[in-house]
């Protein structure tokens, strides 16, 4: 499973920015997605994540109604669509792929495959 991340960069507090994560059709549609992402001096954290059959949605807490999750089978692209940007969102994001969502546990997915990292830096 190779996935790869970009679309990091530098935005002031308030912008959008959109991550982008290329994968194989196979990958889209054999595993959930979701996004991950670590800022400097604290443990990776989950993000959100979209389910691979189907359109469920998960989002932590931090993010939500601010963070989206999408994807679209014919760019073989899952994206994260981020807005209302602040500086606490500052980290290295990461895009996954994991064979098991689990509702009822945070967070609720682990992921098993990584792509390498994007920087998102957000400036007040």
């Known amino acids: 499973v190779q996935l790869q991340a970009s679309g990091g960069g530098l935005v002031q507090a308030g912008g959008s920015l959109r991550l982008s994560c290329a994968a194989s059709?196979?990958?889209?549609?054999?595993?959930?997605m979701g996004w991950f992402r670590q800022a400097p001096g604290k443990e990776r954290e989950f993000v959100g994540v979209?389910?691979?059959?189907?359109?469920?949605?998960y989002y932590a807490d931090s993010v939500k109604g601010r963070f989206t999750v999408s994807r679209d089978f014919a760019e073989n692209t899952v994206y994260l669509q981020m807005n209302s940007l602040n500086p606490e969102d500052t980290a290295v994001y990461y895009c996954?792929?994991?064979?098991?969502?689990?509702?009822?546990?945070?967070?609720?997915?682990?992921?098993?495959?990584w792509g390498k990292g994007t920087q998102v830096t957000v400036s007040s």
């Open positions: 996954a792929a994991g064979s098991r969502i689990d509702a009822s546990r945070s967070p609720p997915f682990a992921g098993d495959y």
């Open positions: 979209i389910g691979g059959n189907t359109r469920n949605t």
């Open positions: 059709e196979r990958t889209l549609r054999s595993y959930h």
